[in-house]
């Protein structure tokens, strides 16, 4: 008979659960939202001794408080009852911190078992483990793991078919003494207002350390439980306990303590700092270190990625040969031209999108996997903390003088949804590689080499105020106090790459945006078609022509022809299509078309400037230029975020604050520029 059951997988950030998570479902996956909530809900299933197991990744976070909407959808879910059993996976190699999860789980009465990953980075760096001595004071199975190995699989599925396992709770009784020797009365007052069995599926000993944390949903569970009097007589007496959270925490990593006694042994050796570290991490020197392995890497992503981003860019060569077989046979123009440019376009765009996902997800999960992204992170914290975030967001704005997908993706390594998508609004102000094709080609030519280098100045120089504009605003939005906290880590050690797990995760990450992304980029491409569409085939028969001559007097407010205002759009579909509709707008031909033809070759840029020359002033240039530089980064780039956030009000809402931000600059620009030449 079938039977199905439900594993949830709890860990902190870094302990190896995507990759558990990722062997065990495979491409049976699917990525949501938690009901209410912005915090990502991944689940999956895998079949097993003739029983479907379904898996719950659970957020990764440090500890079971309820300082983000992470934890509480976490505690929440454990307590909920819809899991069989609850896996805490716990890094072996640094089990001192990374166990601090288990001591905020222990009171909590819910089946669990104690994953020890990463046991060969452990051995790797001296580090033995007893797991049958930990096993046996906390009386739930504790099992040696390696993620990444596949062959090593076989200890955990054992685990799930012994029926012991989901009767395991963790002895909550050494915890419990410790926090009774360090409050001595107040322990022994406060659990005894508590109901004797606890509340739900929480221990007293869970529910006094969290009422003295001050965590606000326990002290509601507790408050719901108990009459007013004792509720006002609980309040009244955590009231008179100074330094709560502190003290609880002590006891926390006193409990971890005891728990390793015996059952952990270090080699003096293996806690050496490397010499390549103490370059790394030091004042001077870290960030340039950091900023050139960044860039290299990114360099290195587009290289991994070029073969998927070559088969994408010679899509549209097919759309000629296409057109020709199609209109050959009665086809309708518009249907032709909806198929050959649109379709084939959208298609183009995210397979070449996709080939990028791929080499970044792939090169950049090295750099964490081998341990020295948490280096990176350490080195710019001060510096990241000044815009309201931490260390770790300065992944999506080194990645995104590449391109502003990888940025979108980057800011996956950040730990709550509000720094994701803080991170995700402020690194779309950095220029992505292809913008400097179009600015410099536009400013060289109405200002000359050093008017352009000025330029590129005065363009950063705007963009530092933008960057701290958008910090302001949309930190405020979305960043919580905790959030805003500098970043407390402790490096992991350097290990060896799982390259085969790195590879799996990479080409999940690959299909799973390019699912997300089909639809929206190949809708704006049909968008864009039906616009620029024409019988002729010329651009100046298209509606796109006829709306921009149309709203030319009030683009000319921002400084903005209806070409380059048409080219401003286009640059929506990739910075890089700006040209495309330049060119065709200037040469004649369908605009579509041109955008399309973009990622085959670039076009003549001596014609383009020629011809942006004789019909643009000074003033205008600059406009243009401004308003296509702090334009938003392109549709894929937005998808990107979407993908990310699992929102898509969000990041329209920073789309449309870009586009908007844009105009402005460009019109102030204008308007300057006017009074000087």
């Given at each position: 008979?079938?039977?199905?059951?439900?594993?949830?997988?709890?860990?902190?950030?870094?302990?190896?659960?995507?990759?558990?998570?990722?062997?065990?479902?495979?491409?049976?996956?699917?990525?949501?939202?938690?009901?209410?909530?912005?915090?990502?809900?991944?689940?999956?299933?895998?079949?097993?001794?003739?029983?479907?197991?379904?898996?719950?990744?659970?957020?990764?976070?440090?500890?079971?408080?309820?300082?983000?909407?992470?934890?509480?959808?976490?505690?929440?879910?454990?307590?909920?009852?819809?899991?069989?059993?609850?896996c805490?996976?716990?890094?072996?190699?640094?089990?001192?911190?990374?166990?601090?999860?288990?001591?905020?789980?222990?009171?909590?009465?819910?089946?669990?078992?104690?994953?020890?990953?990463?046991?060969?980075?452990?051995?790797?760096?001296?580090k033995?483990?007893?797991?049958?001595?930990?096993?046996?004071?906390?009386?739930?199975?504790?099992?040696?793991?390696?993620?990444?190995?596949?062959k090593?699989?076989?200890?955990?599925?054992?685990?799930?078919?012994?029926?012991?396992?989901?009767?395991?709770?963790?002895?909550?009784?050494?915890?419990?003494?410790?926090?009774?020797?360090?409050?001595?009365?107040?322990?022994?007052?406060?659990?005894?207002?508590?109901?004797?069995?606890?509340i739900?599926?929480?221990?007293?000993?869970?529910?006094?350390?969290?009422?003295?944390?001050?965590?606000?949903?326990?002290?509601?569970?507790?408050?719901?439980?108990?009459?007013?009097?004792?509720?006002?007589?609980?309040?009244?007496?955590?009231?008179?306990?100074?330094?709560?959270?502190?003290?609880?925490?002590?006891c926390?990593?006193?409990?971890?303590?005891?728990?390793?006694?015996?059952?952990?042994?270090?080699?003096?050796?293996?806690?050496?700092?490397?010499?390549?570290?103490?370059?790394?991490?030091?004042?001077?020197?870290g960030?340039?270190?950091?900023?050139?392995?960044i860039?290299?890497?990114?360099?290195?992503?587009?290289?991994?990625?070029?073969p998927?981003?070559?088969?994408?860019?010679?899509?549209?060569?097919?759309?000629?040969?296409?057109?020709?077989?199609?209109?050959?046979?009665?086809v309708?123009?518009?249907?032709?031209?909806?198929?050959?440019?649109?379709?084939?376009?959208?298609?183009?765009?995210?397979?070449?999108?996709?080939?990028?996902?791929?080499?970044?997800?792939?090169?950049?999960?090295?750099?964490?996997?081998?341990?020295?992204?948490?280096?990176?992170?350490?080195?710019?914290?001060?510096?990241?903390?000044?815009?309201?975030?931490?260390?770790?967001?300065?992944?999506?704005?080194?990645?995104?003088?590449?391109?502003?997908?990888?940025?979108?993706?980057?800011?996956?390594?950040?730990?709550?949804?509000?720094?994701?998508?803080?991170?995700?609004?402020?690194?779309?102000?950095?220029?992505?590689?292809?913008?400097?094709a179009?600015?410099?080609?536009?400013?060289?030519?109405?200002?000359?080499?050093?008017?352009?280098?000025?330029?590129?100045?005065?363009?950063?120089?705007?963009?530092?105020?933008?960057?701290?504009?958008?910090?302001?605003?949309?930190?405020?939005?979305?960043?919580?106090d905790?959030?805003?906290?500098?970043?407390?880590?402790?490096?992991?050690?350097?290990?060896?790459?799982?390259?085969?797990?790195?590879?799996?995760?990479?080409?999940?990450?690959?299909?799973?945006?390019?699912?997300?992304?089909i639809?929206?980029?190949?809708?704006?491409?049909?968008i864009l078609?039906?616009?620029?569409?024409?019988?002729?085939?010329?651009?100046?028969?298209?509606?796109?022509?006829?709306?921009?001559?149309?709203?030319?007097?009030?683009?000319?407010?921002?400084?903005?022809?209806?070409?380059?205002?048409?080219?401003?759009?286009?640059?929506?579909?990739?910075?890089?299509?700006?040209?495309?509709?330049?060119?065709?707008?200037?040469?004649?031909?369908?605009?579509?078309?041109?955008?399309?033809?973009?990622?085959?070759?670039?076009?003549?840029s001596?014609?383009?400037?020629?011809?942006?020359?004789?019909?643009?002033?000074?003033?205008?240039?600059?406009?243009?230029?401004?308003?296509?530089?702090?334009?938003?980064?392109?549709?894929?780039?937005?998808?990107?975020?979407?993908h990310?956030?699992?929102?898509?009000?969000?990041?329209?809402?920073?789309?449309?604050?870009?586009?908007?931000?844009?105009?402005?600059?460009?019109?102030?620009?204008?308007?300057?520029?006017?009074?000087?030449?």
């Open positions: 008979m079938d039977n199905t059951m439900t594993i949830a997988l709890l860990g902190q950030p870094n302990s190896g659960k995507s990759t558990f998570y990722n062997a065990l479902t495979g491409a049976r996956q699917h990525v949501g939202n938690w009901p209410g909530k912005t915090v990502e809900k991944c689940t999956g299933s895998f079949r097993h001794d003739g029983n479907t197991i379904n898996v719950v990744d659970l957020p990764g976070t440090y500890s079971l408080a309820a300082n983000s909407d992470e934890e509480i959808v976490t505690r929440d879910y454990i307590a909920s009852g819809e899991a069989n059993l609850v805490l996976l716990a890094d072996a190699s640094q089990l001192e911190r990374s166990l601090f999860m288990l001591a905020d789980y222990a009171g909590i009465r819910v089946p669990a078992a104690l994953i020890l990953n990463m046991m060969d980075v452990a051995t790797q760096h001296g033995s483990v007893n797991a049958k001595a930990i096993e046996s004071k906390l009386g739930i199975p504790v099992l040696p793991f390696v993620a990444s190995d596949k090593n699989y076989g200890s955990f599925y054992d685990l799930l078919s012994q029926r012991d396992t989901y009767q395991s709770i963790i002895s909550d009784e050494a915890l419990a003494s410790l926090y009774a020797r360090e409050f001595g009365d107040s322990y022994q007052n406060i659990t005894a207002l508590l109901p004797n069995e606890g739900s599926v929480y221990e007293n000993s869970w529910l006094f350390a969290k009422l003295v944390e001050r965590d606000p949903v326990a002290e509601g569970i507790i408050k719901d439980a108990v009459d007013e009097v004792s509720f006002k007589k609980l309040i009244a007496l955590r009231d008179a306990i100074p330094n709560g959270s502190s003290r609880t925490g002590n926390k990593f006193q409990w971890i303590d005891s728990l390793l006694e015996g059952a952990l042994n270090t080699e003096p050796a293996s806690l050496s700092k490397s010499g390549f570290d103490h370059l790394a991490l030091s004042k001077q020197g960030k340039w270190i950091a900023a050139g392995i860039l290299t890497s990114l360099i290195v992503s587009i290289l991994v990625g070029y998927l981003m070559a088969v994408g860019s010679m899509l549209p060569m097919f759309g000629a040969p296409l057109s020709n077989w199609m209109l050959s046979v009665g309708h123009p518009l249907l032709v031209s909806l198929i050959s440019e649109a379709l084939l376009t959208g298609i183009a765009f995210t397979i070449m999108m996709c080939g990028y996902i791929f080499g970044a997800t792939l090169v950049f999960g090295f750099i964490e996997d081998i341990g020295y992204m948490a280096r990176v992170s350490y080195v710019y914290d001060g510096t990241m903390r000044k815009l309201g975030l931490h260390g770790k967001a300065v992944m999506p704005f080194l990645v995104s003088f590449g391109c502003n997908i990888a940025g979108s993706s980057g800011s996956r390594v950040l730990d709550s949804w509000g720094q994701r998508m803080t991170a995700i609004a402020m690194s779309w102000v950095v220029p992505c590689g292809s913008t400097w179009v600015v410099g080609l536009v400013s060289t030519v109405f200002f000359g080499v050093p008017g352009a280098a000025a330029i590129i100045v005065a363009l950063f120089a705007i963009s530092l105020l933008h960057l701290k504009l958008t910090a302001r605003i949309y930190g405020k939005r979305f960043l919580s905790s959030d805003r906290t500098g970043l407390i880590m402790e490096l992991p050690p350097y290990h060896k790459p799982h390259w085969g797990a790195l590879i799996k995760t990479s080409l999940i990450r690959m299909w799973d945006a390019f699912k997300r992304a639809g929206i980029v190949t809708l704006i491409s049909i078609c039906l616009l620029s569409y024409s019988g002729t085939g010329e651009a100046a028969n298209s509606i796109l022509y006829r709306f921009g001559s149309a709203i030319e007097p009030v683009t000319l407010f921002f400084g903005l022809r209806w070409q380059t205002f048409i080219a401003w759009l286009a640059s929506w579909m990739g910075k890089e299509g700006s040209l495309g509709a330049l060119a065709s707008i200037f040469n004649g031909g369908s605009v579509m078309s041109a955008v399309a033809n973009m990622s085959i070759a670039s076009p003549d001596n014609a383009i400037g020629a011809a942006l020359s004789t019909t643009l002033n000074k003033p205008e240039a600059l406009a243009f230029i401004v308003a296509f530089y702090f334009n938003m980064p392109c549709i894929m780039a937005l998808s990107s975020a979407v990310e956030t699992h929102s898509l009000k969000w990041p329209l809402r920073i789309a449309l604050y870009y586009i908007g931000v844009s105009l402005l600059l460009a019109c102030v620009v204008y308007h300057l520029a006017l009074l000087v030449f």
